[in-house]
């Protein structure tokens, strides 16, 4: 019993550091969840008198399966990521603070566009970047995990690191600003001021929209492009909430009480770079939306 309670104690402290790790890795909260219990029960059935640094230990064994899971993945979907699908949004409301598990989850700003590049990588790919960019863990380790040299590790996270940097827009990291902007657009759409919207839109911006498995993403590049859909407008009905979504500036559309969408901007040099939009109601209905009234 002293061992079960000094384990359990040991692991709470350390839960929110590795559910950050899972989360990076996966893209998807229920699946980080799933990721961090395993690594619970492997701890509990192990000789733990044998493990020197458990906050280590147990960050690989997070690790470990994160990768299993994302080949299982892989395997079972065959086909590579495709773009559009949108990974899990962590969605809080903006006049509240973020609950310390999901602050730990979004450290370092990995907002949903960083998310997107992630889905992008090999599984190998992803946790080298995820491992040694973002939690400083050496590549001897990393190796250890991946089955390859420590040397073959760092080419897998130079070649994810390229990747990110030629794709992920680097987001303003002022929120203040992130919400002058975001609510400059969401004016100028209201009022169908066309001009006006695409100068707050970089020349380069893609709006991804995931309407859910059975229907293909919609993608619109460039400013004109994404100013006419934008002016489209919104459903008959639907209230806008402003939310934080992986810690950035966005919204929760509602419409009759329930989750239509969730949409997350991110604000680079003072314009819309990207605009990520989860409009599938399946994963909607499994997001923790309790915050908002839903």
Same mark, same amino acid.
């Given at each position: ?80 990521? /495709? ?40 599984? #190998? ?25 420590? /040397? ?13 940097? *030629? ?19 969401? #004016? ?59 810690? *950035? ?46």
């Amino acid at each position: 019993m002293e061992r079960d309670e000094y384990l359990a104690g040991e692991f709470e402290e350390r839960r929110e550091h590795l559910k950050a790790v899972a989360y990076r890795m996966l893209g998807s909260v229920p699946e980080a969840e799933d990721a961090v219990q395993e690594a619970w029960l492997r701890l509990h059935r192990s000789d733990d008198e044998g493990i020197e640094n458990l906050g280590g230990w147990l960050t690989t064994v997070v690790a470990r399966v994160s990768l299993d899971m994302l080949r299982a993945r892989r395997r079972r979907h065959d086909d590579p990521f /495709e773009e559009g699908r949108l990974p899990e949004p962590v969605v809080a409301p903006l006049e509240g603070e973020l609950d310390p598990e999901h602050e730990a989850m979004l450290a370092d700003s990995v907002g949903l566009a960083l998310l997107v590049v992630l889905e992008t990588l090999t599984p #190998a790919e992803r946790l080298a970047f995820v491992l040694h960019d973002m939690f400083s863990v050496p590549f001897s380790e990393i190796a250890a995990i991946v089955g390859r040299s420590p /040397e073959a590790s760092r080419q897998l996270a130079s070649r994810a690191r390229r990747r990110v940097r *030629g794709s992920a827009p680097v987001p303003e990291p002022d929120l203040r600003r992130q919400r002058e902007v975001v609510e400059a657009y969401l #004016a100028a759409a209201r009022d169908g001021r066309f001009d006006d919207l695409v100068a707050l839109l970089d020349p380069d911006i893609v709006l991804r929209v995931d309407r859910g498995a059975d229907t293909a993403p919609l993608i619109i590049r460039g400013a004109a492009d994404v100013a006419r859909q934008a002016l489209r407008g919104a459903p008959l009905g639907a209230v806008a909430h402003p939310a934080l979504v992986n810690g *950035g500036a966005g919204w929760l559309v509602t419409s009759d009480g329930a989750p239509i969408a969730v949409a997350a901007f991110t604000v680079a040099d003072g314009r819309v770079a990207e605009l990520n939009v989860l409009a599938d109601p399946e994963r909607l209905a499994h997001l923790d939306l309790s915050d908002f009234g839903v």
